[in-house]
């Protein structure tokens, strides 16, 4: 008889760096945590559904597999450089062919870059031959620098490396530019009260803006209404909670904010075309920990 796994939560990962605990970076290869693993070192499989409480980049190095990325597939190892920012829910797709530079860092030690915005949605740049090289130096630049004896500038220029290798890899990016004052200010409150409420009202008013002026700047910087972004947001964290949680519908509505689990069906399926069962369902088969139990 198949054995029963249930799924309770995402599983929510602070950012801990055991020998360095106030550098805010850590720097090491996929194919060390593949090791871990296999040792049993880790206490939980890599396929179990992560939430980082830090941003991950990935600096590919050999290999072509892959990363599921808030049920999403995407690249991972050579010509890739893969982007976690903090708080999507990512999953390893274990393939010991694949290796790549891996650099943890604290959300405080790095601002503003576009690819570390939660509403950046490509979480992958390929990289020509010239820029990959780069980056690879970079990354081993900070993996080396990291393992130099502490002193007061290590800190500062570990960030400063982190930062040249985002900005190199925003050369690569067209058409997107990370959103900025009242924008910005409305991306970090739909992170903090998307769960409680979807009035755009609320939103307005928190990032110190005219409903239509935020309007405005949201369909210029995403060509989405403010109601589309806050909706697609919602039905993000409905997608997490169905597939990686055993909660019911009812519990689903309790915990997102819907009054009946009737209006959280119907809000669910006409953005998704599916009731929430079904995507469940659908979606559990797909991923590597569905398979996997």
Same mark, same amino acid.
């Given at each position: 008889?198949?054995?029963?796994?249930?799924?309770?939560?995402? /599983?929510?990962?602070?950012?801990?760096?055991?020998?360095?605990? !106030?550098?805010?970076?850590?720097?090491?290869?996929?194919?060390?945590?593949?090791?871990?693993?296999?040792?049993? +070192?880790?206490?939980?499989?890599?396929?179990?559904?992560?939430?980082? +409480?830090?941003?991950?980049?990935?600096?590919?190095?050999?290999?072509?597999?892959?990363?599921?990325?808030?049920?999403? &597939?995407?690249?991972?190892?050579?010509?890739?450089?893969?982007?976690?920012?903090?708080?999507?829910?990512?999953?390893?797709?274990?393939?010991?062919?694949?290796?790549?530079?891996?650099?943890?860092?604290?959300?405080?030690?790095?601002?503003?870059?576009?690819?570390?915005? #939660?509403?950046?949605?490509?979480? *992958?740049?390929?990289?020509? %031959?010239?820029?990959?090289?780069?980056?690879?130096?970079?990354?081993?630049?900070?993996?080396?620098?990291?393992? /130099?004896?502490?002193?007061?500038?290590?800190? &500062?220029?570990?960030?400063?490396?982190?930062?040249?290798?985002?900005?190199? *890899? +925003?050369?690569?990016?067209?058409?997107?530019?990370?959103?900025?004052? #009242?924008?910005?200010?409305?991306?970090?409150?739909?992170?903090?009260?998307?769960?409680?409420?979807?009035?755009?009202?609320?939103? *307005?008013?928190?990032?110190?803006?005219?409903?239509?002026?935020?309007?405005?700047?949201?369909?210029?910087?995403?060509?989405?209404?403010?109601?589309?972004?806050?909706?697609?947001?919602?039905?993000? +964290?409905?997608?997490?909670?169905?597939?990686?949680?055993?909660?019911?519908?009812?519990?689903?509505?309790?915990?997102?904010?819907?009054?009946? &689990?009737? !209006?959280?069906?119907?809000?669910?399926?006409?953005?998704?075309?599916?009731?929430?069962?079904?995507?469940?369902? %659908?979606?559990?088969?797909?991923?590597?920990?569905?398979?996997?139990?």
């Amino acid at each position: 008889m198949a054995r029963t796994i249930r799924r309770e939560q995402i /599983r929510e990962l602070p950012f801990r760096h055991g020998a360095r605990p !106030n550098l805010g970076v850590e720097a090491f290869r996929l194919s060390e945590l593949y090791a871990r693993a296999d040792r049993a +070192e880790l206490d939980h499989a890599l396929e179990t559904p992560q939430r980082p +409480e830090f941003h991950t980049l990935y600096v590919g190095l050999r290999g072509q597999g892959r990363l599921v990325v808030d049920f999403t &597939p995407v690249p991972l190892g050579a010509r890739w450089l893969t982007v976690v920012a903090r708080g999507r829910v990512q999953q390893f797709v274990p393939d010991r062919g694949v290796d790549a530079w891996m650099i943890l860092v604290e959300p405080a030690t790095i601002v503003g870059s576009s690819l570390l915005a #939660p509403s950046w949605p490509e979480p *992958a740049i390929e990289l020509p %031959a010239a820029d990959r090289k780069e980056l690879i130096a970079l990354a081993e630049q900070i993996a080396a620098e990291q393992s /130099r004896p502490p002193d007061r500038v290590q800190s &500062p220029l570990l960030a400063t490396l982190v930062s040249a290798l985002l900005l190199r *890899a +925003e050369r690569l990016q067209t058409g997107w530019t990370v959103p900025d004052g #009242p924008l910005q200010q409305f991306f970090t409150i739909l992170e903090r009260d998307h769960l409680r409420t979807r009035s755009v009202a609320h939103y *307005a008013k928190h990032a110190a803006i005219s409903p239509r002026r935020l309007g405005e700047l949201l369909l210029a910087h995403t060509g989405k209404s403010t109601k589309q972004v806050i909706d697609e947001r919602v039905v993000l +964290e409905c997608k997490r909670l169905l597939v990686h949680t055993d909660l019911t519908v009812k519990q689903l509505a309790d915990r997102t904010g819907f009054a009946e &689990p009737t !209006n959280l069906v119907k809000f669910f399926r006409h953005h998704t075309q599916q009731t929430p069962l079904a995507f469940r369902a %659908a979606t559990r088969t797909f991923l590597p920990s569905g398979r996997r139990s």
